[in-house]
């Protein structure tokens, strides 16, 4: 099995930072694109950025300049640090990877659980 765990949710006001956390572990051979989505009240669940093994990164317009992805393979770890933060950032943020498991040769995607991040004004 593969689990990502995602931490670093809150409460913030506008204009605030937070920073989110996501770590992937259980029976991984190895992990292509990384990335982030988000889903507030009412709303379709939305890419917020992507990251890849090697590095290459996309953002969604919104958050363009404000948020940075990154990753950490060694650790299986992938992070989204949000600046600037509005409270339309308001949702829950879902980490997302593309894993082939040591035991197959497809690839996968997996899903966090998700964590809370409110953005008041």
């Known amino acids: 099995q593969v689990q990502l765990v995602e931490s670093g949710g809150g409460l913030v006001q506008a204009g605030g930072s937070l920073r989110l956390s996501c770590a992937a572990s259980?029976?991984?051979?190895?992990?292509?694109?990384m990335g982030w989505y988000r889903q507030a009240p009412g709303k379709q669940r939305e890419l917020v950025a992507t990251?890849?093994?090697?590095?290459?990164?996309n953002y969604a317009d919104s958050v363009k300049g404000r948020f940075t992805i990154s990753r950490d393979n060694a650790k299986n770890t992938v992070y989204l640090q949000m600046n600037s933060l509005k409270p339309e950032d308001t949702a829950v943020y879902y980490c997302?990877?593309?894993?082939?498991?040591?035991?197959?040769?497809?690839?996968?995607?997996?899903w966090g659980q998700g964590t809370q991040a409110t953005v008041s004004s």
């Open positions: 997302n990877a593309d894993v082939r498991r040591i035991t197959g040769l497809a690839i996968r995607p997996y």
């Open positions: 259980g029976s991984i051979g190895s992990i292509n694109a």
């Open positions: 990251i890849t093994s090697r590095g290459s990164t």
